[in-house]
């Protein structure tokens, strides 16, 4: 039975160990598109209601290898000219930035295309304590910033892009908003094309709300939005569990489902069409994405950043995005910030599916609730761990305290168990005779009221407890960044001393001495010896938060096995005498 509960938590540490790998596996990488730098968007198969366009949501295979790429929507009317007058009628002389801050983001937009040049989060800072910054500059003018926009002529999307625009309703001053505004970018040349775009900010928000109108002459175009390289936060790559920028598409009929696309999957299907929910690009703890876009077609690129000369760091993977929607009048509202559950929970509880928790969601949910509740508190992501750690044994002590108790009942029949195994000792596992140790057994079991899995499951019920404890602590972004005390200052990297896996081993072997042995074996006890050693090897790359949440279990796990043993007393173990002089003390 010991052997059995050993190597049940021996498998259940594989588990965690290869989670990421099992559940969760790593994108392949797709090779970039040789063709050209710039992503060129796909755009629906017609207008939104025309015949060629399906009525119910789907979503439709991306074009082949040399075939023509559907052109973004406009309206049935006389085409536009080709070439534009380069004098402007409305736009301003030189280019200039446009500052916007709220509570949460402080934005920078350019005149020049009425885009945005920087998207930094002032509430997570990077690795050198400035606020992160979501938009990627790494590949320059090769790739279009965000809420640029495209449409079918050519000369017309280089001159959305490229011409400088009339800005009203900027603030006036840099500090953060103190009420929604909307900040308006206007273009029109003397060839009669005519821009509007228009982006609204709350004071306290990740969301920007936005609106273009595009016409030339009586032709009126429905813009696609490109989103350049996504996502700019470098040193959310550094980490060993980080994961890379992927698709991300939700489509409105199954808000629960949110669809990871990595740079394989969008090798092989690049675009997607249908009534989306969401629909946009995350990495490990940030994501900007549209929400609500109705029917539309969003298309994705892979791009890759080759590691500097010299190094042997993998490239550094991106995806770009473009989003065609059959209006963009009214607004679109786009989410650019962190996946913290708390901020998309209150925007929408089912956003809260963009955060990747697994298999055991269900109860990974809850306990970052807890976990934030009890940091709202204390004020502290580490000692909060500590005590939802406490919390959590508390609940499960009757569990254990029952499994301590069940496996000392084992271990005082031992020795009757050992006597009937060897009485059938040299049968074959195949013989009939071999049914009725297992006969003998059952019987010696209910006569001593002993429960043989009464010892195995109360242990196996926590582990999906601790599964999805270790899913929260490398996922939710609450804890990048977090401090503890001393030397741990990052709970969601390791520990940069091996203080805690440390702890762990030899807390880890001060627990397995004090549980109770149901019987000498050798290969039981090169077991215990080896198995700290081997977590030991396991959490020194996991996340601090991890490993802290381990050793304050196994203090616990040795306080219990104390206050258990001095409940219950030494095991009452039964001596049996040798057959033969048992046989010959019945012969006197």
């Known amino acids: 039975m010991e052997r059995r509960v050993l190597l049940a938590i021996v498998l259940s540490f594989l588990v965690i160990y290869l989670y990421q790998a099992l559940i969760v596996p790593p994108p392949r990488r797709a090779t970039q598109p040789a063709s050209s730098n710039v992503l060129i968007p796909p755009g629906p198969p017609g207008a939104p209601g025309s015949p060629s366009r399906p009525d119910a949501p789907q979503l439709t295979a991306a074009p082949e290898a040399g075939a023509a790429m559907p052109a973004p929507v406009e309206a049935a009317t006389p085409s536009a000219p080709s070439t534009r007058a380069a004098a402007p009628i409305v736009g301003e002389q030189d280019e200039r930035d446009v500052r916007i801050e709220t509570r949460d983001v402080i934005a920078t937009f350019t005149n020049r295309g009425a885009r945005l040049k920087s998207w930094r989060l002032k509430h997570y800072p990077d690795e050198k304590g400035e606020p992160v910054e979501l938009v990627s500059h790494e590949f320059g003018d090769a790739q279009p910033l965000p809420f640029s926009l495209r449409v079918s002529d050519a000369a017309v999307t280089n001159t959305l892009n490229a011409a400088l625009y009339v800005v009203t309703g900027a603030p006036a001053s840099e500090g953060p908003l103190t009420e929604s505004t909307e900040v308006s970018f206007d273009y029109r040349d003397s060839a009669g094309l005519s821009v509007a775009k228009h982006f609204r900010f709350e004071p306290s928000s990740y969301i920007v709300a936005v609106s273009a109108t595009v016409s030339a002459g009586a032709q009126t175009f429905v813009p696609a939005i490109v989103w350049g390289p996504a996502l700019g936060d470098v040193d959310s790559a550094t980490g060993r569990y980080a994961v890379p920028p992927r698709g991300l598409v939700s489509l409105a009929a199954d808000v629960k489902r949110v669809t990871r696309l990595a740079a394989a999957d969008v090798a092989e299907q690049a675009n997607h069409q249908g009534n ?160 009725k140790m297992n006969q ?7 006569d001593r009221g002993v429960n043989p899995a009464a010892g195995c499951v109360p242990m196996l019920i926590p582990f999906p407890v601790l599964i999805a404890f270790y899913a929260l602590l490398t996922t939710a972004i609450e804890l990048r960044g977090a401090p503890f005390a001393a030397w ?75 206050v258990t043993n001095q409940l219950i007393g030494p095991p009452n173990v039964k001596t049996l005498r040798p057959a033969a002089e048992r046989q010959l003390k019945v012969k006197n």
């Open 276 to 435: 989306f929910q969401l629909a946009g690009v995350d990495d490990h703890y940030f994501v900007t994405m549209a929400l609500w876009p109705g029917l539309s077609t969003v298309s994705f690129q892979p791009l890759s950043i080759p590691a500097a000369a010299g190094s042997t760091a993998a490239p550094r993977e991106l995806m770009a995005y473009t989003l065609q929607t059959g209006r963009l009048d009214p607004p679109i509202r786009f989410y650019v910030g962190p996946k913290a559950f708390d901020t998309l929970f209150a925007i929408d509880p089912n956003l809260t599916n963009t955060i990747d928790f697994g298999f055991f969601r269900i109860i990974v949910a809850p306990l970052l609730r807890t976990l934030n509740s009890i940091n709202g508190v204390i004020g502290n992501y580490g000692w909060s761990i500590v005590l939802l750690t406490v919390v959590i044994n508390l609940i499960m002590f009757p569990l254990r305290h029952k499994q301590v108790v069940s496996m000392r009942k084992m271990q005082a029949i031992q020795p009757e168990v050992k006597a009937i195994q060897d009485r059938y000792a040299k049968l074959k596992a195949t013989d009939p005779a071999k049914q």
């Open 440 to 446: 003998e057994l059952m019987q010696l079991y209910k």
């Open 488 to 562: 741990i200052q990052d709970l969601s990297r390791p520990d940069p001393y091996y203080i805690t896996p440390v702890l762990m081993i030899v807390t880890q072997v001060v627990q397995s001495w004090m549980m109770p042995a149901a019987g000498v074996d050798p290969m039981q006890q090169k077991m215990m010896l080896v198995m700290p050693l081997v977590l030991g090897f396991m959490f020194i790359s996991f996340p601090a938060g991890v490993v802290l949440y381990w050793v304050v279990n196994n203090f616990w796990g040795i306080g219990q096995q104390y």
